[in-house]
Nanobody, 118 residues
Framework: QVQLVESGGGLVQAGGSLRLSCRAS????????MSWYRQAPGKERDLVAF???????DYAESVKGRFTISRDNAKNMVYLQMNSLKPEDTAVYYC????????????WGQGTQVTVSS
């Protein structure tokens, strides 16, 4: 089973940018949907964005126009470019693969912490 490891989080001021990376231990070519989720303290884990094998993407309303998801099947990588960050984007971000963004393979990893200061 493909293992996913997230990285790229950190502390950034509001209005700044970060690029999260998700490295897969094996090929993601056959994984239809790759997704980013996030969980803020005391809140449920929410879907942030997903990308299909055909390149179709969708985003949570709260991040539309600010975040961009991409995938590089040749490198077995998935990225989340986050611009114009807001304090409410503070969360642990997780990468997952699945048949869809809601039908997931495997389990949750450790994620990567994003903290946006005001």
């Amino acid at each position: 089973q493909v293992q996913l490891v997230e990285s790229g989080g950190g502390l950034v001021q509001a209005g700044g940018s970060l690029r999260l990376s998700c490295r897969a231990s094996g090929s993601i070519f056959s994984i239809n949907t790759m997704s980013w989720y996030r969980q803020a303290p005391g809140k449920e884990r929410d879907l942030v964005a997903f990308i299909t094998s055909g390149g179709n993407t969708d985003y949570a309303e709260s991040v539309k126009g600010r975040f961009t998801i991409s995938r590089d099947n040749a490198k077995n990588m998935v990225y989340l470019q986050m611009n114009s960050l807001k304090p409410e984007d503070t969360a642990v971000y997780y990468c997952r693969g699945g048949t869809t963004a809601r039908v997931l393979f495997g389990s949750w990893g450790q994620g990567t912490q994003v903290t946006v200061s005001s």
